[in-house]
């Protein structure tokens, strides 16, 4: 900070006589001093600077000028997908700020905050958003084809914010292959996946295998009681229900 920083553009602006207001070069003003040796910076900080105001006649007064610190500007969030194709947005762990806004297509952007505890939690009504292991799931069917997602920390004034780069969010769809059994046959976890049932994901345009993909399917979400057998009204092959 210099005693520059006291007068012209901010702290001392002009003068108001009258009903006329002047700006800082039309107010006869010689000089602006600190009445005092002028402050550190700290982060955050809000407080008054006692000054002088010399005008060219000689006269003068004293006042006080306010000075505003922000905090440090966060860094960007890691902005990604999650491998079901939602957008993945992470802050960063040592100055990820204390919130993070992520537009969406509806409603204005989502917010989420972290508290005292470190811990970031989910703002207003959005029970679809998450927070897991410190990254935060938003559905791909909530955001744009393009995603800038800004950290910001402080408020009003102080607030200082930084946004991510853009980010191209891709197609994701999951590619299924019908199972087809006998009634006497046995359906198991392994049919659900692999050769049968899911075989892989697309992502843009890229095909997946299941081997590729990544997904781990342990297990029925249903418990399959029995295959009841149901002939096909076009076709001569059989589906089965559950």
């Known amino acids: 900070m210099s005693g520059e920083d006291l007068h012209t553009n901010t702290g001392v602006v002009g003068v108001t ?10 107010s006869n003003i010689h000089s602006v001093t600190s009445k ?60 990820g700020g204390d919130r993070i806004e992520i537009p969406l297509t509806e409603g204005g952007p989502v917010v989420v905050k972290k508290g005292d505890n470190g811990t970031w939690t989910v703002e207003g009504n959005h029970p679809d958003v998450k927070v897991t292991g410190g990254s935060i799931e938003v559905p791909a069917d909530k955001v744009g084809d393009s995603v800038t997602v800004t ?17 191209s969010k891709q197609a994701h769809t999951v590619r299924k292959t019908d199972i087809i059994k006998k009634p006497t046959d046995t359906l198991s976890g392994e049919d659900l996946h692999t050769n049968t049932g899911v075989v892989g994901v697309t992502v843009g345009t890229e095909e997946k295998d299941y081997a590729s993909s990544r997904h781990s399917l342990r297990d029925f979400k249903r418990t399959i009681t029995k295959l009841n057998c149901r002939k096909h009204p076009r076709y001569s092959s059989y589906d089965y229900l559950h």
């Open 17 to 26: 006589v009258g009903t006329e207001e002047k700006d800082y070069a039309s």
């Open 36 to 95: 005092e040796q002028l402050p550190s910076l700290t982060a955050g900080s809000t407080q008054d600077i006692p000054v002088t105001i010399t005008y060219t006649d000689g006269s003068s007064e004293d006042t006080t000028v306010k000075l505003k610190v922000t905090k440090a500007a966060p860094t960007a969030p890691t902005v990604e997908q999650w491998q079901n194709g939602n957008l993945k947005v992470t802050p960063d762990t040592t100055n």
């Open 151 to 167: 950290a910001k920390v402080g408020e009003g004034d102080l607030e200082n914010s930084t946004n991510s780069a853009a980010y």
